[in-house]
């Protein structure tokens, strides 16, 4: 059983940055596909980046260009590195472990997710 922890969420005014991390123990971190998903309230829960375990990366259209995803395997640790915020980025923001190696859009495709991490831009 893997346990994810996300961190790094807060408050920042339109056009600001923000990296998220999330750190994985108790799993084999480096052979899994990793996602960032978000949910903003009354909305379902939505894929927006992630890396597969050899490090091919793949994004939402609405952050492609904004958002990058990366993962330093030694530290068992995936970032989001967040760009250009805009208000309708604001959400909370989830990680989670997939089932093999390759990256998802499906929710149901991720067996193990963090508790999330509020990301609020104002305008």
């Known amino acids: 059983q893997v346990q994810l922890v996300e961190s790094g969420g807060g408050l920042v005014q339109a056009g600001g940055s923000l990296r998220l991390a999330c750190v994985a123990s108790?799993?084999?971190?480096?052979?899994?596909?990793m996602g960032w998903f978000r949910q903003a309230p009354g909305k379902e829960r939505e894929f927006i980046g992630g890396i597969a375990s050899g490090g091919a990366t793949s994004y939402d259209d609405s952050v492609k260009g904004r958002f990058i995803v990366s993962r330093d395997n030694a530290k068992n640790t995936m970032y989001l590195q967040m760009n250009s915020l805009k208000p309708e980025d604001t959400a909370a923001y989830f990680c989670?472990?997939?089932?093999?190696?390759?990256?998802?859009?499906?929710?149901?495709?991720?067996?193990?997710w963090g508790q999330g991490t509020q990301v609020t831009v104002s305008s």
């Open positions: 989670a472990r997939a089932r093999e190696a390759l990256v998802y859009w499906s929710p149901a495709a991720y067996t193990d």
């Open positions: 108790g799993g084999l971190f480096s052979k899994y596909g």
